[in-house]
């Protein structure tokens, strides 16, 4: 792997112009922060790499190198494993919250648009934040019966079509650890009461690619959602349909989630370099 560039080429670069753009006033330019961001991209580069790669590859000295790796490992940026180091939880969580904020919405309204017209019901955009959904999106039917989703609400995701389309991508060890001492506390007769039903209802959704809740979150209504999957195969969203049980059936549900709502969703996670088959 090619050398980059030393670390005073690189911050004298920066001072005039960022990788973005940006043009920096030299006063306000911090050279460990910007020698922290090179180091983060070569192990993005390499994936996993040794610290003894790391110095080759930056050309720094091994005491500069070292002390930034410790006090990125310490702050959860990176992960420690016995090949080297990687890329750690934070900058996981830090990219989807980017990815959540920004592009998502940006890539995801279309679809949202495409669902809305074909079925003229409600489509809401969610991610996962902790043990709760949040509402990023939202396309609403012009005969609305059920209630007003608001930009920002949150709800518990054992509860929603949503949550459980999302909770579906994870594995049950790492479901079972989110949920570790979480209180379920179910509104309706239907809904997901314990840890195991939601266990249950998720291997059903797993099978299906798609998830279906009737009468659950409140009575009288029904939902379908499918995740949205990154490149890496995590599920980053989900894309649901809210409909009355008045009006929708849940046969009628089953087939708009199966003839729109997951093909919508599979493009979209194709999108974002997901190798789903859409």
């Known amino acids: 792997m090619a050398s980059l560039d030393s670390p005073d080429q690189?911050?004298?670069?920066?001072?005039?112009?960022?990788?973005?753009?940006?043009?920096?006033?030299?006063?306000?330019?911090?050279?460990?922060?910007?020698?922290?961001?090179?180091?983060?991209?070569?192990?993005?580069?390499?994936?996993?790499?040794?610290?003894?790669?790391?110095?080759?590859?930056?050309?720094?000295?091994?005491?500069?190198?070292y002390r930034l790796v410790r006090t990125?490992?310490?702050?959860?940026?990176?992960?420690?494993?016995?090949?080297?180091?990687?890329?750690?939880?934070?900058?996981?969580?830090?990219?989807?919250?980017?990815?959540?904020?920004?592009?998502?919405?940006?890539?995801?309204?279309?679809?949202?648009?495409?669902?809305h017209e074909q079925t003229g019901e409600s489509v809401i955009l969610t991610v996962l934040d902790g043990t709760d959904i949040v509402y990023m999106d939202y396309l609403e039917t012009d005969h609305l019966l059920v209630t007003r989703a608001r930009l920002g609400s949150r709800l518990p995701a054992y509860l929603a079509s949503s949550g459980?389309?999302?909770?579906?991508?994870?594995?049950?060890?790492?479901?079972?650890?989110?949920?570790?001492?979480?209180?379920?506390?179910?509104?309706?007769?239907?809904?997901?009461?314990?840890?195991?039903?939601?266990?249950?209802?998720?291997?059903?959704?797993?099978?299906?690619?798609?998830?279906?809740?009737?009468?659950?979150?409140?009575?009288?209504?029904?939902?379908?959602?499918?995740p949205v999957v990154d490149h890496a195969g995590h599920a980053v969203a989900a894309i649901s349909i809210s409909v009355p049980t008045a009006r929708v059936t849940l046969a009628d549900l089953r087939t708009m989630a199966e003839k729109v709502l997951l093909p919508t969703a599979q493009r979209v996670s194709a999108s974002l370099g997901s190798q789903v088959e859409v």
């Open 10 to 65: 690189e911050a004298k670069a920066a001072t005039a112009r960022t990788e973005g753009g940006v043009e920096i006033d030299p006063r306000y330019y911090v050279e460990t922060a910007a020698h922290t961001i090179t180091l983060l991209k070569a192990v993005a580069q390499r994936g996993t790499v040794t610290l003894a790669g790391l110095t080759s590859d930056l050309g720094w000295t091994k005491p500069r190198v």
């Open 72 to 115: 990125l490992h310490a702050c959860g940026a990176l992960r420690q494993a016995d090949d080297g180091y990687s890329l750690g939880p934070t900058m996981i969580s830090l990219g989807y919250a980017a990815l959540q904020s920004v592009r998502l919405v940006e890539v995801v309204r279309p679809a949202l648009q495409r669902i």
């Open 164 to 226: 459980h389309a999302i909770l579906s991508c994870l594995s049950p060890d790492a479901v079972t650890a989110l949920f570790a001492g979480h209180v379920f506390s179910p509104p309706t007769a239907r809904s997901v009461s314990s840890l195991d039903v939601l266990q249950r209802r998720l291997e059903g959704v797993r099978r299906r690619g798609y998830a279906l809740i009737d009468q659950e979150l409140a009575p009288g209504h029904r939902a379908a959602a499918a």
